[in-house]
């Protein structure tokens, strides 16, 4: 059982590029979500899917796109990076909303 | 804004003392109260949680003191080892909404052996 798995570990982008952080989860769970972690400020959540086809804005939404067209796939695009987008990117998934969150082991992302 | 207030920032235990993280919220219709561990390199993952209608909860050497009224919750970790050298999130949320945590600024715990 693999929980939530991101790729990549590691990524360094040149402002404007875009691109996609993947998140799979093999749990079943409906609930998704994505959170960015920075220094000093916690994690901040970006999107979140409570199922299949639904998405909506967390309290940093801007710059980042999501779509959530399988219950176990939680795409995170980033349309045009900036060097504020530096950060690391954990996604989650919980059962239902009253169950835990889990967590995959981030992706690092650097915009230079 | 940071919704969730966390201190200390790090904070330094000698093997077998006793840790406290404490944090405060504002927003009063918060009704879920969890803590994430976080080791280098990984995600967080859940600690311990506790919900307003009590005061304290346990589990092993990890207890989430509550103090609604003023709207505060620590987490104590007794006889702390080096293994518990980690980074520590309190959180809140509301249940009845998505699963959403509004999580602190952490607390970077040092257990020297």
């Known amino acids: 059982n693999a929980g939530v798995t991101q790729t990549p570990k590691f990524q360094v982008l040149k402002t404007g590029q875009s691109m996609t952080l993947q998140c799979a989860q093999d749990m079943n769970h409906e609930y998704m979500s994505w959170y960015r972690q920075d220094p000093g400020m916690g994690l901040r959540l970006i999107h979140y899917s409570v199922g299949a086809g639904i998405t909506d804005q967390g309290e940093v939404p801007n710059g980042y796109n999501v779509s959530r067209s399988t219950t176990e796939d939680f795409p995170l695009r980033l349309l045009s990076a900036a060097p504020s987008q530096t950060s690391v990117y954990f996604c989650?998934?919980?059962?239902?909303?009253?169950?835990?969150?889990?967590f995959g082991n981030g992706t690092r992302l650097t915009v230079t | 804004q940071q919704q969730v207030k966390q201190s200390p920032q790090s904070l330094i235990v000698q093997k077998g003392g006793i840790s406290i993280i404490n944090c405060a919220y504002e927003n009063t219709a918060f009704d879920y109260f969890p803590w994430y561990q976080q080791f280098p390199g990984k995600g967080p993952a859940l600690l311990i949680a506790?919900?307003?209608?009590?005061s304290e909860k346990k589990e092993g050497r990890f207890t989430i003191s509550f103090n609604k009224s003023a709207k505060q919750f620590s987490l104590h970790i007794m006889d702390s080892q080096p293994g518990d050298s980690a980074t520590y999130f309190c959180a809140a949320s509301i249940l009845t909404g998505a699963n959403n945590l509004f999580f602190g600024t952490g607390t970077r715990l040092t257990v020297i052996p």
């Open positions: 989650a998934s919980s059962r239902d909303r009253n169950s835990p969150l889990h």
């Open positions: 506790i919900r307003p209608d009590v």
